[in-house]
């Protein structure tokens, strides 16, 4: 069965610093919304007072990574789409996938291997007799 | 530990992990599954310490001993029972070490891991070690099976467990000392004549890595083959492919049917023989 892997998102910001706008409208208007979408990722809010470091959306994931995203100067709309990217990712690494295929059963009919298509000591032709 | 960092509600994190799982808890049975007796120790010995009565601030919790024996045995009946429907020529032996594979500590605590139960678990140390997480969880399901009856918490336990045998061969799960005494009893069994082993290929017979392939012959007909570097290894080989093949747990077989089940018989029939 599907089990998200986004396990909580914090939402830390200011509710006097200009570019916590959207970080404020969002938890106003749309986090009530997102939070009953999602009834498997806890959401907190944790206002801190006064100028402090800018705001920030922090996801943890069911393998142990955090994320931050900066969510400065973002529009309400913005953030409802950041934390949906969130809940849909996994908590792997985002590094460069060398190969976009992957398959557990690489060959069908047995691989090859030098042997595959010789025929078997029981079988092999003895020299060919002199002919009369 | 993760409960002592700022942000942290339990009661949400307990109904965030429900669904989750996508499964109906009875809440509180959930939280005395999380309560691990060396908790319950370590939370009497801090309250004698800082000083306070016994009686007056006595703890109401329970542990989850009780539960995780009762999911360990569903566990197993319920496992046991799958193997036996989906591998009926497999024996006793190898159920059994398949079934004990499954319920082992690493495998159980990599998924209770995997789940986030690491941090919704009350225990003394940091961070948990596995037995506490293999207990916590099957008091889980144990859990599960108080509140929502057997067949969903048997449609829990197929969807957690079985996945974690994808990819494994048979014997490296289950150790087989003698494989071709092992194969003569199948054969016995069937009432099929003994095998005769004979070289099929062989190269590089006289180099430090030499390849016999030895294949197994009754009546004349091949039963399975197998590479090994000396010709005792090959003939083991083929005998282990033998049985391979003999029990179904080849790598060509049929996937695991994790469809929804019609009937809710089989696991009432793994209940009641408890």
């Keep these: 069965r599907y089990v998200r892997q986004l396990q909580r998102l914090q939402l830390l910001f200011s509710p006097t610093a200009a570019d916590a706008r959207g970080a404020r409208q969002f938890v106003e208007e749309a986090a009530q919304d997102f939070a009953r979408q999602h009834p498997d990722v806890v959401l907190y809010v944790s206002p801190h007072s006064g100028p402090g470091p800018a705001p920030v959306l922090r996801a943890e994931y069911l393998n142990g990574t955090v994320r931050d995203e900066l969510i400065a100067s973002k529009t309400s709309e913005e953030i409802v789409q950041l934390a949906t990217k969130l809940a849909n990712q996994s908590g792997l690494d985002i590094i460069r996938i060398r190969k976009p295929f992957h398959t557990d059963n690489p060959s069908i009919q047995g691989q090859w291997h030098p042997l595959t298509n010789k025929p078997s000591i029981l079988t092999v032709q003895g020299p060919r007799l002199q002919p009369e | ?274």
């Excluded at chain 2, 009497?44 to 800082?50: F, G, H, K, P």
């Excluded at chain 2, 009565?53 to 006595?58: L, Q, R």
């Excluded at chain 2, 059994?96 to 139960?117: D, K, M």
């Excluded at chain 2, 016995?188 to 390849?211: F, H």
């Design chain 2, 1 to 274: 530990r993760r409960s002592e960092k700022p942000n942290w509600d339990y009661h949400a994190e307990i109904q965030a992990f429900s669904h989750r799982v996508q499964e109906n808890f009875d809440l509180d049975l959930l939280k005395t599954a999380f309560v691990n007796p060396c908790y319950i120790e370590s939370e009497e010995a801090r309250r004698r310490q800082l000083g306070l009565d016994k009686d007056a601030v006595a703890l109401q919790l329970q542990e989850n001993s009780g539960l995780a024996e009762r999911g360990l045995r569903f566990a197993r009946a319920y496992l046991e029972q799958c193997f036996e429907g989906a591998y009926p020529e497999l024996p006793a032996k190898g159920i059994e070490a398949l079934v004990n594979f499954l319920t082992s500590q690493e495998l159980v605590s990599y998924v209770a891991q995997n789940l986030s139960i690491q941090d919704l678990t009350l225990c003394r140390d940091f961070p948990a070690p596995p037995d506490v997480l293999q207990r916590t969880f099957l008091a889980v399901i144990g859990a599960l099976l108080e509140s929502s009856g057997p067949e969903r918490t048997g449609m829990f336990v197929r969807d957690f467990f079985i996945p974690q045998l994808i990819g494994k061969d048979l014997f490296e799960i289950w150790e087989v000392v003698n494989p071709m005494g092992l194969l003569l009893e199948e054969l016995t069994k069937r009432n099929i004549s003994a095998p005769e082993p004979r070289i099929t290929r062989q190269l590089g017979v006289s180099t430090v890595l030499p390849v016999y392939f030895v294949g197994l012959y009754c009546d004349k007909k091949m039963l399975a083959e197998g590479p090994g570097e000396t010709l005792l290894a090959a003939e083991e080989e083929a005998a282990r492919v033998a049985l391979r093949k003999l029990y179904g747990y080849t790598e060509n077989r049929r996937p695991w049917d994790y469809s929804k089940p019609k009937q809710g018989l089989a696991a009432e029939k793994a209940i009641s023989s408890n």
